[in-house]
């Protein structure tokens, strides 16, 4: 799965969002584009994206920012990947339905279908306590 840089960007803002949620402090568009090395004037377009499909709410003021609109553990990742690219199946370029066309495709469905399984399975969370584990190092 090969995501778009618009997508990335959005991931990688509701995870930082998604570490800061239990202090209840909306985050400044700012941090959030120097920590993550997003230009910042791409990072407002997709954080008026989110949202409008209400997975952030934002705050006026100079203490204001951007937080998630519900719980890290109630966004998962497929969430957040429909707001910047639409749900996406694999399909074909082939002009003619043939029984080889056929196949491909019904192959490139159930990989795109346990792909999006997968999506769905993982939330904010799940992937933000994945940032946190270290992982062990092996060297040879």
Known sequence: MKLSAKTEYACLA????????????????RRIAEEQGIPSRFLVQILLQL??????????GAAGGYRLARPPKDISVAEVVDVMEGDVRPGTNAGKRTPLVAALLGLCREIGDAQRDRLEDTSLADLAERATRREPMWYI
């Open 14 to 29: 509701m995870l930082q969002m998604a570490q800061q949620y239990s202090n209840g402090e909306p985050l400044q568009i």
């Open 51 to 60: 949202k409008g499909a209400s997975l952030v709410a934002s705050t006026r």
